[in-house]
């Protein structure tokens, strides 16, 4: 029998895709990278994707693991030879275990994250793992790349989400490591090594997740700031005044936000005049374990101080639940708006907080000093370092001539992540699209660790070639 005659007898036909029934699995989310496969298989429990692995590993047949194909760097897409299985994890879909006593959840790697948010909301509890993908990525794909989102501040990546894991191995072993234990100081922690992967260690088929008593209420608002650097010392100011409260710190250029409104007439800016066009906007929320009055009154003693001092020019406090959402439609928004403008060269960059606008500034000099006229689009998640610093065409400059200076931009912005000791991957993994500027940046040392481990659990090189690490 041949592989896929043999896959075929194990899922079933319609579960094992090829030709034009496999298009839209071979092309990423940016629509930056478009490969061949085999084929696509649909494993619907961790034992057919056990015994899938374990068939292509027979064959010498290399795997795709793939999510909700919702990655921003290539992560899940096949390369051009066609001679890669995709193995999609849509038909894992289960939430198995619900425990409010452990404030855990046990959930399959083809989850949607929002379907785990309604599951812990049904229980009365938070999962509090946000990001604007969420209707369509899923928990596996958030594994995988250790996602991070808006709430980063107070709960941590992904990574701080998930007490355990169960793996298959690239012999197509079956690794249960879902014990829900926040103390399990019994040798190498093999879940950290999975998280952020991407696949090319072994396939996430599950997950044991922290839940968390779900506030009482919270506080949402939309400032107006003149600097990048008001904004670090705001971030400063609310730690302080809210501490674990504060749940929510985004930062988003004006040129950012007047393009979400430009482009989607249905959202509004709460402001007018000056305020509507000020160069820097921050997205501050609040959670609160009292009561609304109690967070409310938190809130407008912190924000008020901070514009008697001038740190903040005004504030849009939201008055409901309706309007908190609109605050926050325009933040997530943004990405959006930035398709519907064209390409740009993206960049999702961790910084040291308090190195932060010097960054931004000393960079926008770079780059005007080299690309005169191109424009910053920077929006991110200020409370963790984490900005998505992207920069587009000039005035007159078509889009292909900007990408035609694609690894140029790339060079200086990231020389100067690198010079502020900072990371070229915060939260988007490096797939593709980051590989072959990992050995710029990252030591001898650490790579050859990092190519010990992959030939150590993956000796034949079959899981998801190509990310991560060159050949």
């Known amino acids: 029998m041949t592989l896929l005659s043999e896959l075929q007898a194990l899922l079933g036909a319609s579960h094992v895709l090829t030709g034009a029934d496999a298009d839209t699995y071979v092309l990423d989310w940016r629509r930056r990278y478009r490969g061949a496969a085999l084929a696509v298989i649909r494993p619907g429990s961790t034992e057919e994707v056990a015994a899938a692995v374990k068939l292509c590993a027979t064959h010498g047949v290399p795997l795709v693991p793939q999510g909700g194909n919702t990655g921003l760097c290539g992560g899940a897409t096949p390369d051009a030879s066609g001679t890669a299985i995709v193995l999609s994890t849509a038909r894992l879909t289960a939430v198995r275990a619900v425990d409010t006593d452990n404030d855990t959840i046990t959930v399959e790697a083809g989850c949607v994250l929002q379907a785990v948010q309604e599951a812990a909301a049904a229980a009365d509890r938070l999962f509090p793992l946000s990001l604007a993908a969420e209707g369509s990525c899923t928990i596996g794909g958030n594994l995988a790349t250790n996602a991070g989102g808006t709430q980063v501040l107070r709960y941590g990546n992904t990574r701080d989400l ?67 650097d008001s904004a670090v010392e705001l971030l400063s100011r609310a730690r302080s005044g809210f501490g674990a409260a504060l749940t929510g710190f985004e930062l988003m250029s004006g040129a950012c936000l007047q393009a979400v409104v430009r482009l989607f007439p249905q959202q509004r800016l709460p402001f007018e005049g000056e305020s509507a066009a000020s160069p820097w906007f921050a997205l501050l929320e609040l959670s609160d374990s009292e009561s609304e009055a109690h967070a409310r009154e938190r809130f407008e003693a912190v924000l008020g101080a901070a514009i008697e001092d001038g740190l903040v020019n005004d504030a849009a406090i939201a008055a409901n639940v309706a309007q908190s959402k609109a605050l926050w439609q325009l933040r997530e928004s943004i990405p959006l708006a930035e398709a519907e403008l064209g390409k740009s060269v993206k960049h999702d960059v961790s910084i040291p907080i308090s190195s932060i606008a010097g960054f931004v500034h000393n960079t926008n000099a770079l780059l005007q000093a080299r690309f005169p006229g191109v424009r910053h689009v920077i929006f991110g998640h200020l409370g963790d370092g984490n900005l998505h610093y992207n920069v587009a065409n000039a005035p007159g400059q078509t889009e292909a001539e900007l990408l035609a200076l694609q690894s140029d931009i790339y060079g200086v912005v990231h020389d100067s992540v690198h010079a502020h000791d900072g990371s070229i991957s915060a939260e988007h993994g490096v797939g593709q699209l980051k590989r072959d500027e990992l050995p710029r940046y990252k030591s001898p040392v650490e790579l050859a660790l990092m190519r010990r481990i992959k030939h150590a659990l993956d000796p034949q090189g079959l899981m998801n070639p190509g990310k991560v690490l060159q050949a």
Do not use: H, M, Q
């Open 162 to 228: 998930t007490l355990g894991l169960e793996v298959v191995t690239p012999e197509g072993e079956i690794w249960n490591g879902l014990r829900g234990l926040r103390k399990d100081n019994t040798g190498y922690d093999l879940r950290d090594l999975y998280i952020g992967s991407e696949g090319t260690l072994g396939i996430i088929t599950a997950a044991t997740l922290k839940l968390f008593p779900r506030p009482v209420a919270s506080c949402t608002a939309l400032l107006t700031l003149d600097s990048i």
